[in-house]
């Protein structure tokens, strides 16, 4: 069943949404070589329960910890450890969180120091697919729309491999609502958008083959083929001419820039 919020819920979703933003920013502040992705964990928690909000997925489904950390080969669901991050990685940040009873979940994907061109591109072409497919989340286009175009960008023009096994969702009072959102599939395919629909978008790129396997601890998702994936992700309400993005990206970016061991070389 679909839910769709009024303004005053909407309202209180991107204060969600935001606090993700400001968690993840705080992630681009800090982020180095030598950190480990459970100092990454534990800075995430710290800062969302300061701020009176609930890390929503620890214990969901039985995830053992509060943000997924998902280094180069790992598409998502990567486990917070005790490894260092080196210059050369790559690490997505998934956190989500619930605040005044609403559920923010959004994603970014850090690049540490130097790494390849085609590493670069691929972030590049992963968050552009992003905002592709955030365009088409307007009342009277279908969820296909949104797939369609964040395939068009990825998997057509660039060869890359888009993960099938996952998809975006609704969110609101519960982390996953309907409809799914793929990041493959037909114009014109799937239920049709409404005004105040509020998805969580979240490309999964893999630089080669689209095929991946579940680790043995049940969680980590890697590609086959073990080159580089790439996940971003934003929480967005359909709206009439344009949907609205509830999560923010600028003040990570800006975080980002500022931080001198993250790679922003492909903006
Ligand atoms: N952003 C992911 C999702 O929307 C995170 C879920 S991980 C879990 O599915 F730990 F919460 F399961
Ligand atoms: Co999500």
Redesign the pocket.
């Known amino acids: 069943m679909i839910f769709y919020k009024t303004e005053a819920e909407i309202a209180f979703m991107k204060e969600a949404a935001q606090l993700v933003s400001k968690t993840l920013t705080e992630v681009a502040k800090n982020l180095k070589p030598g950190m480990t992705t459970m100092q990454i964990d534990t800075l995430c928690a710290t800062f969302v329960r300061d701020h009176k909000a609930i890390p ?3 214990k ?2 039985g ?1 053992p ?1 509060n943000v ?1 950390t998902s280094v180069n080969d790992v598409v ?2 990567g486990f917070p450890n005790n490894i260092e991050l080196k210059d050369g990685d790559i690490v997505s940040v ?1 956190m ?1 969180v619930i605040l005044n009873g609403w559920h923010g ?3 970014y994907t850090f690049i540490i120091g130097e790494v390849d061109v085609e590493v670069l591109q691929l972030v590049k072409i992963t968050k552009q697919s992003l905002y592709k497919g955030i365009e088409k989340a307007i009342a009277n286009n279908r969820i296909g729309d949104i797939s369609f175009a964040i395939q068009e960008h990825t998997e057509k023009k660039y060869g890359y491999g888009v993960v099938r096994e ?1 998809v ?2 609704g969110l609101g009072r519960n ?2 609502e309907d409809p799914q959102v793929p990041n493959y599939g037909k114009r014109g395919n799937g239920p049709k958008l409404k005004e105040n629909l509020v998805l ?1 978008i ?1 490309p999964m790129i893999n630089l080669g083959t689209k095929d991946v396997y579940t680790d043995r601890d049940g ?1 980590t998702v890697k590609t086959q083929d073990g080159k580089v994936s790439v996940h971003f ?1 934003h929480d967005v309400c359909v709206k009439k001419d344009k949907a609205l993005i509830l999560s923010d990206y600028s003040i990570i970016e800006a975080a980002e820039k500022a931080n001198s061991n993250l790679n922003t070389s492909y903006y």
Do not use: M
Request: charged letters at 15%; aromatic letters at 20%.
């Open positions: 929503s997925f620890y969901y489904n995830y910890h997924c998502v669901h998934d989500g979940d959004h994603a996952l975006g969702h982390l996953h969580a979240e969680w992700e």
